[in-house]
């Protein structure tokens, strides 16, 4: 029987890695306001990849939950600016809609 462990801990440290130096390095260094704007832009960007991506792959059945949590997102992140909670928001309106 193979060991999946040093699989495991391998993913583990190339998944957390490339999370943790730019935290070590780039603490309490003042950045160019240019980058800064850039990489505050960058969850939203992810977020919006996640969405369209789930548009263009979704089947005919699931467009109408698709939509109705692309629309609640959109909606709750347009008034609380806040991404957790248009995540939540859409999943759960989703999840809603594929129970009806």
Known sequence: ??????????MGLVTYIPR??????????E??????QFLQF?????LSIL???????????MLLPTFVGIALAGIVAY?????????LVAIAASFVVINI
Do not use: E, Q, W
């Open 31 to 36: 950045l160019n306001p240019k980058l800064k």
């Open 42 to 46: 960058i969850p939203y960007t992810s």
């Open 51 to 61: 969405i369209v991506r789930g548009v263009l792959t979704s089947t005919s059945d």
């Open 1 to 10: 029987m193979k060991s999946y462990l040093p699989l495991i801990i391998g």
């Open 20 to 29: 943790l130096a730019p935290l070590l390095f780039l603490t309490n260094k």
């Open 79 to 87: 008034f609380k600016s806040n991404l957790v909670l248009s995540v």
